[in-house]
Antibody
Framework: EVQLVESGGGLVKPGGSLRLSCAAS????????INWVRQAPGKGLQWVSS????????YYADSVKGRFTISRDNAKNSAYLQMNSLRVEDTAVYFC???????????WGQGTLVTVSS | QSALTQPPSASGSPGQSVTISCTGT?????????VSWYQQHPGKAPKLMIY???KRPSGVPDRFSGSKSGNTASLTVSGLQAEDEADYHC??????????FGGGTKLTVL
């Protein structure tokens, strides 16, 4: 069974940092691209960042470029999102999701809540 | 990247059909056959229901179908059931490795 489990969320002050983790199991992690998608309270989904299987293709949404860094460790079946210079508007549930066919995201974790507030 | 436009809400009675629209532009929905739909129950993870406009992943009932015309994609749920009550989100590839989502539609089964 494919499983993705996020961790690392919490309450942080504006300007602070947080590192999210995504632990994968049930599939060949090293052969799939992984994404981070966020959902602000009561809002829709927003793509944040993607990393391919070998970490040589990395992409970010304009809203987080220069502040967030995505990475992965295939030996640990894990992906990460380092979030720096956090803003109030970064408050959201952060999901990791596996790449599917045709730019879909076929499996998602349960999410981890990041709250940026003073 | 601008979000795709979805109606905030939709509703239907059990057994009826309901269609949810997802309107983009000629740079995203209108340009690519890469529209997906996700179902999300409250407090849960999104679940992929449709990909590449009209394809269903294994295990998704054939009551769910997708289509596209011009810059607007649609999700139709036929034979509505109580468990279909959820939020539905559309997404589309927008070029340059960008993926855009809609604002979500809350489907209520009356």
């Amino acid at each position: 069974e494919v499983q993705l489990v996020e961790s690392g969320g919490g309450l942080v002050k504006p300007g602070g940092s947080l590192r999210l983790s995504c632990a994968a199991s049930g599939f060949s992690f090293s052969t799939y691209s992984i994404n981070w998608v966020r959902q602000a309270p009561g809002k829709g989904l927003q793509w944040v960042s993607s990393i391919n299987s070998r970490s040589n293709y990395i992409y970010y949404a304009d809203s987080v470029k220069g502040r967030f860094t995505i990475s992965r460790d295939n030996a640990k079946n894990s992906a990460y999102l380092q979030m720096n210079s956090l803003r109030v508007e970064d408050t959201a549930v952060y999901f990791c999701a596996r790449d599917g066919a045709g730019w879909s995201r076929d499996y998602w974790g349960q999410g981890t809540l990041v709250t940026v507030s003073s | 990247q601008s979000a795709l436009t979805q109606p905030p809400s939709a509703s239907g009675s059990p057994g009826q059909s309901v269609t949810i629209s997802c309107t983009g532009t000629s740079s995203d929905v209108g340009a690519y056959k890469y529209v997906s739909w996700y179902q999300q129950h409250p407090g849960k993870a999104p679940k992929l229901m449709i990909y590449e406009v009209s394809k269903r992943p294994s295990g998704v009932p054939d009551r769910f179908s997708g289509s596209k015309s011009g810059n607007t994609a649609s999700l139709t749920v036929s034979g509505l059931q109580a468990e279909d009550e959820a939020d539905y989100h559309c997404s589309s590839y927008a070029g340059s490795n960008n993926l855009v989502f809609g604002g979500g539609t809350k489907l209520t089964v009356l």
